[in-house]
């Protein structure tokens, strides 16, 4: 909030807006994590190569191995096992 109150006075004052940037993908830092993504305090997603035995509950469970039913997988990441999901 802060940060978005800071921006808006910056703006008010007539500086320039900041340029927006593209987004060209998600990034993993490590697989079978689970992650807070909206930062609510509760872990919401991870990412796999191989499904985990022990899977918390309300977490989505995202397959990001490098091939998926005998193609490319569209959620693979660009590292292997950390990067961005292109």
Same mark, same amino acid.
């Given at each position: ?6 921006? #808006?006075?910056?703006? +008010?004052?007539? +500086? ?7 987004? @060209?993908?998600?990034? *993993?830092? #490590?697989? @079978? ?11 919401? *997603?991870?990412?796999?190569t191989?499904?985990?035995? @022990?899977?918390?509950?309300? *977490?989505?469970?995202v ?7 005998? $193609?490319? @997988? ?5 590292? $292997?096992t ?5």
């Amino acid at each position: 909030m802060l940060k978005e109150v800071g921006l #808006a006075l910056k703006q +008010a004052r007539g +500086a320039p807006r900041p340029r927006c940037l593209l987004w @060209n993908g998600f990034y *993993v830092p #490590a697989l @079978n994590q689970p992650l807070d993504l909206n930062e609510d305090g509760k872990l919401d *997603v991870a990412f796999y190569t191989t499904l985990p035995a @022990n899977r918390p509950a309300g *977490v989505t469970y995202v397959n990001v191995a490098p091939t998926t039913s005998g $193609g490319v @997988n569209p959620q693979r990441l660009t590292n $292997g096992t950390s990067g961005e999901i292109s």
